[in-house]
């Protein structure tokens, strides 16, 4: 095996170092877009023994990020976010056993017509190529990242956060031992040594390398990557998701709909962060809401007809009707109808998931068809939305792009497509 | 009816004006995407009877734009694409009923499944919101993508090139008069009225406005509008193809093929710049095949070994390889083996399309899961990439892109998709 990259020094290495990793990550993409699906899976299986058999190497170094923590001036939550355990690396092993019980999403026949002329046009999933995965500081999602990226074909280059670099170097270096064992190129996987913010710049410059780009992480880096990039990003903003309570709702279900999609988990992009009440039902429901959310240490913020019926509430302004808190708050407004409550979403909401509670089937049909969000759930709560919940299996983020990929982008969001064109030597009339 | 714009006359203005165009669009946009399908089809239809009864406007126009044809300095070739005629209307028109006829693209079930805990998932196909199409010469482009995206619910800002700009705002103006009378919203069919360069890069930035652009034209162009956009783009790039002859290729299949894809149209991106031939079948192959293109006037640009064959070819450099001529020009080169020839189109080849000549089954799949590109043909035209001969119906472009769409670009890739959940009351549990 080769020796782990060390980090370059000075600019020009730099500029060097990462046109390096994208021609090297080119070729190992040629050469995994053929490669057949059971070699693909034995590397995704060795892995997720490696980790549960070879894992105190992986310990170590993460101890060295941890002892290093403090430097980076990292809050506790990020600590624990940041540690491995001998029970997250059996976590991240199952994780890669599971993409490896999943069907090879390549060479998939998508759609087929034979044309007049006889001619068979196949329409053929292929892999998108080298993507370049930005991220912060979980180093589990580096296994899950390369085990997906992999098993649909590409070759990844990750770059993760500079305070899980030592972490992220030996789960690099055992990833890349499995990929030279079991005869995969070992460029499939590369990791970004250096913690330099520059070698992102330069990275998404190298579009006759680099096919996209999906950065995982705080908007300010998104768009950071997104105004630079020279290659499409698929971007994952923020989720300020709401619960719409409309006139015909069962109030018992919307009520266990709104905790659960508050307070299930709610540092999380598709927990609740507003309520919105049709006023009709607004008098019933609002209180016996509030007490609910209340047991659960809910701070609210409400219009003023939300704080006539919750005094407790404090006034909402417009920053929280546009927060994504991922926090015990949520805002409250009162709405006259459902197209007061579409219009409130259009304007704050941040095409993520969307809501709506209500036995009507007009009100449920209108909402779903002109809410425009990547989710919208009738009568469930908002954290469902996720591959695994919806079938699709694990998953490298959740866009909230309307191209290629909207909402989970699992295996089959990591691939493109071809035409494949069978003929019998056909040619064409004149126009 | 609205008055026409007039062009904005200072930065400031234009600024603004482009805002105003995106935020338009935006409104029409959220409008358009729960119209129903009839309404979009008689506006199509409204729209193509008004290019046939009354054309003369828009003729007048035309014939403004061909008298400073001269003062853009445009060549006869330039200034024949941008030249109407009753007929060319007509066709236009014939463009916009076939697209009514066309089923309509939103809100179609693309994939739905039930979840063991009885959640519902549908993925439900939706417009993308709004497209700025920036596109060159040819006033009769200005109605088909119109037609496109309106009928794919999608508000579009058209900008044309300068020296159509009389054409385009008279083909504009019956468009948004028929969006009126069948009670469409007016903006869903803007156009930019100035000609000014800086709109573009205005308007690239408004990505709270904007959700894709496309832009149609010259490799600097697209260059440009994709390194300054804030929103995706769907490229249209060159088309470097080739048609390799396989040692077991039909030598009478190959002729008629190559001479197809060489000849019937050169000027276009499907047209083929390329021969490779295998050298166990060149001695043959090449004398002949260098017959047939001679009589259409092909001039042959070829390695040694081809000019060994071929005297008469010129040798052929590196950029030879390199070039979309779009000119009775093709360049030769005699390979080795399969392998070589994917290398050889893996090195030049521009991922448009690709085509393989042979009888042998082992190497049409190597050829095809092997090169990259967004069509491969078997025994079949180059020619026949495009979005009518693959039966996708009329196209917007043939995206050279992996992401989101990649070939012919109808109606179905004007379309993004949002999850559409049904429940009965579903919370998530415990992770």
Redesign the interface.
């Known amino acids: 095996m080769r020796m782990h990259e060390t980090a370059p020094n000075s600019t020009n290495d730099l500029v060097a170092y990462c046109q390096n990793l994208g021609r090297r990550a080119r070729i190992a993409a040629?050469q995994l877009?053929?490669i057949r699906g059971d070699r693909k899976n034995d590397w995704l299986r060795r892995a997720a023994d490696g980790l549960e058999n070879r894992g105190d190497d992986i310990l170590q170094a993460n101890a060295h990020d941890l002892d290093l923590a403090g430097q980076f001036g990292l809050s506790s939550a990020l600590t624990d976010r940041l540690q491995l355990t001998p029970e997250r690396l059996r976590a991240a092993a199952a994780g890669l056993r599971e993409i490896a019980a999943l069907p090879d999403p390549v060479?998939r026949v998508l759609d087929s017509?034979v044309?007049p002329n006889g001619?068979q046009?196949d329409k053929v999933s292929?892999p998108?190529?080298v993507i370049l995965f930005i991220y912060e500081s979980r180093p589990n999602v580096t296994v899950d990242a390369a085990g997906l990226c992999v098993k649909s074909g590409n070759a990844i280059i990750l770059r993760g956060g500079k305070e899980a670099l030592h972490s992220n170097e030996a789960l690099h270096g055992l990833l890349q031992e499995c990929l030279g064992e079991t005869g995969l190129p070992i460029d499939a996987v590369q990791l970004v040594a250096s913690g330099d913010r520059a070698a992102v710049d330069h990275l998404v410059h190298l579009d006759s390398f680099i096919?996209?780009v999906i950065p995982r992480g705080g908007e300010s880096l998104i768009r950071r990557v997104?105004?630079e990039a020279?290659m499409?990003v698929?971007k994952h903003y923020r989720g300020n998701c709401h619960v719409y309570v409309d006139a015909a709702a069962?109030l018992?279900?919307a009520e266990?709909?709104l905790?659960?999609?508050k307070c299930?988990?709610p540092g999380v992009c598709n927990a609740a962060e507003s309520l919105l009440v049709h006023e009709v039902v607004a008098e019933v429901f609002l209180p016996r809401a509030a007490a609910a959310l209340r047991q659960c240490g809910v701070e609210l913020r409400g219009c003023p007809a939300t704080r006539r019926l919750v005094p407790e509430a404090a006034p909402a302004t417009e920053e929280d009707y546009a927060a994504e808190y991922l926090d015990l708050i949520l805002s409250v407004k009162v709405v006259a109808n459902l197209e007061e409550a579409i219009d409130h979403i259009?304007r704050y909401g941040s095409q993520h998931t969307e809501c709506i509670v209500t036995n009507d089937l007009p009100a449920?049909r209108r909402f779903?068809?002109?809410v425009?969000?990547?989710?919208?759930?009738?009568?469930?709560?908002t954290?469902?939305?996720d591959g695994h919940?919806?079938?699709l299996g694990a998953e490298i983020g959740i866009s909230t792009?309307?191209?290629?990929a909207?909402?989970p982008c699992g295996l089959v969001e990591l691939c493109?497509?071809?035409?494949?064109?069978?003929?019998?030597?056909?040619?064409?009339g004149?126009?």
């Open positions: 040629r877009a053929t060479g017509s044309r001619l046009v292929v998108l190529g096919d996209v997104a105004g020279r499409p698929i069962d018992n279900t266990r709909i905790v659960n999609a299930q988990r259009t449920a779903t068809a002109a425009d969000a990547a989710a919208v759930m009738v009568n469930a709560s954290r469902f939305h919940e919806f079938g792009d309307k191209l290629h909207r909402g493109s497509y071809k035409y494949i064109v069978y003929g019998d030597g056909q040619v064409r004149e126009a």
